[in-house]
């Protein structure tokens, strides 16, 4: 029967390991058993990781002066001139002679299209500046880290484990398959010293 024992021990170590991987969801909500309050880690330490992973986000990753520079760049500028002149066409066509219905009477396709020309070279001069004085308002007004910390803070238990397994299930199965291995090891070690 001896023999069994690697069996044993690479059971208890997968186990074990899996049990220790349970546990850093599980318990959702504190516990107690015999005397003893036990919770999960992510949920006891989920306002802690949503701070943490905050100040990582607001330092490390996302700064909004880059946002704000891809934002002011001219050649993305340069996409919404299409949008723009689409918006003056329909403007100068349609809706100014909707409501001024004597101008259209005096000015001619040649004059609406000078018109045009004049306000988008006015436009594009003037989009940079109004760019920037919208991103200059909105830094003061944006905290990245206080964003990310409380949508973090916020999550259900269940989500964020849901979120950390989609990225770690792979790494959690490796672990447990190493804890059966290194419990085998153990249990090979063990019954040899137990035959000398």
């Known amino acids: 029967?001896?023999?069994?024992?690697?069996?044993?021990?690479?059971?208890t170590g997968w186990f074990t390991t899996w049990i220790a991987i349970y546990m850093l969801f599980h318990p959702r909500e504190p516990k107690r058993f015999f005397g003893i309050t036990i919770q999960g880690i992510f949920p006891k330490r989920q306002k802690q990781v949503a701070a943490?992973?905050?100040?990582?986000?607001?330092?490390?990753?996302?700064?909004?002066?880059?946002?704000?520079?891809?934002?002011?760049?001219?050649?993305?500028?340069?996409?919404?001139?299409?949008?723009?002149?689409?918006?003056?066409?329909?403007?100068?066509?349609?809706?100014?002679?909707?409501?001024?219905?004597?101008?259209?009477?005096?000015?001619?396709?040649g004059t609406i299209g000078k018109i045009k020309e004049a306000m988008l070279e006015e436009i594009e001069e003037l989009l940079p500046a109004l760019i920037t004085q919208y991103t200059d308002s909105l830094s003061s007004k944006i905290d990245i880290e206080a964003m990310v910390t409380e949508k973090v803070?916020?999550?259900?238990?269940?989500?964020?484990?849901?979120?950390?397994?989609?990225?770690?299930?792979?790494?959690?199965?490796?672990?447990?398959?190493?804890?059966?291995?290194l419990g085998f090891m153990i249990g090979i070690i063990q019954l040899l010293l137990s035959l000398l």
């Open 52 to 109: 943490k992973l905050g100040s990582m986000v607001a330092k490390e990753l996302i700064h909004f002066d880059e946002i704000a520079g891809q934002l002011k760049d001219p050649e993305k500028l340069k996409e919404l001139t299409p949008l723009i002149e689409k918006h003056l066409d329909t403007f100068l066509s349609v809706k100014l002679k909707e409501k001024m219905p004597v101008i259209s009477m005096f000015v001619g396709e």
């Open 153 to 181: 803070s916020n999550f259900s238990s269940s989500k964020l484990e849901d979120m950390l397994l989609n990225v770690m299930r792979k790494e959690f199965r490796f672990v447990e398959f190493i804890g059966g291995v």
């Open 1 to 11: 029967m001896f023999w069994l024992q690697p069996f044993i021990a690479a059971f």
